[in-house]
């Protein structure tokens, strides 16, 4: 009984939720497909294949978020492509002049693309700034890209930036929620459709635990440890 159990369990597990924003994309390849296997079945077949793709590209898995204050998790899944530090955040953020760290996460078209928030907290000021379609893994991306960004204050106070940065083939955000909104950690605050980055502006005497290199899971790997409000790595 357990086995089967096991085994369900499983194959459930194998069979993720699709985003809403995902509906239309999928049944216009089921629609698609339908019309070319009518009338040409090598092209209904690539149609099924992308139709596919978009399922499994729009895909929105749960995820189990660590309830710590003071922790900052990645806001997407992807690679760690940059850890900088003495950068000022862009104008868009308008947080001033002062130094802060700057982490990266890179998005290929296989990760999931539902973005979240880094920390708990109030959004205090969003923008979305129209810009170019680099390739998203440049430094010039920061500030010349397609980008929608939102600044979190958290309830100690402490301000966090973050940037959904489009890139060469994604050329839509979705973003989710606005000024005045109150978020969780792990909360679903955007979607960015194939292919792009996120950054995340933080204090600079933030202890950053992420490492260039490294796969990120969104909501869950913790990346820094925001100064004062939990000590190490614990």
């Not at 106070?157 to 989710?176: E, N, Q, Y």
């Amino acid at each position: 009984m357990d086995d089967r159990h096991n085994l369900l369990d499983t194959i459930a597990n194998a069979f993720v939720p699709i985003h809403p924003d995902g509906y239309k994309f999928v049944a216009i390849g089921a629609i698609a497909t339908l019309v070319f296997f009518l009338f040409a079945p090598t092209l209904g077949w690539l149609c099924a294949l992308l139709t596919v793709f978009c399922a499994y590209f729009f895909r929105d898995p749960e995820r189990v978020t660590p309830d710590r204050p003071g922790l900052v998790v990645s806001a997407a899944d992807g690679k760690v492509s940059g850890v900088v530090e003495d950068v000022m955040a862009p104008r868009e953020l308008a947080l001033g002049t002062a130094e802060l760290t700057r982490v990266s996460v890179f998005l290929s078209v296989f990760d999931v693309h539902i973005i979240r928030a880094p920390v708990g907290g109030k959004i205090i000021h969003s923008t979305y700034v129209h810009g170019a379609f680099f390739n998203a893994e440049l430094d010039k991306a920061s500030e010349e890209n397609e980008r929608q960004a939102f600044v979190i204050e958290t309830k100690s106070g402490t301000k966090i930036g973050v940037v959904l940065i489009a890139g060469l083939v994604a050329r839509r955000i979705v973003p989710f929620v606005g000024d005045g909104d109150s978020l969780e950690a792990g909360q679903r605050i955007g979607l960015i459709r194939f292919g792009s980055r996120v950054d995340l502006y933080l204090p600079q005497d933030s202890d950053v635990l992420g490492e260039v290199g490294q796969t990120a899971i969104a909501a869950e790997t913790v990346l820094a440890v925001l100064p004062g409000e939990v000590k190490g790595r614990a």
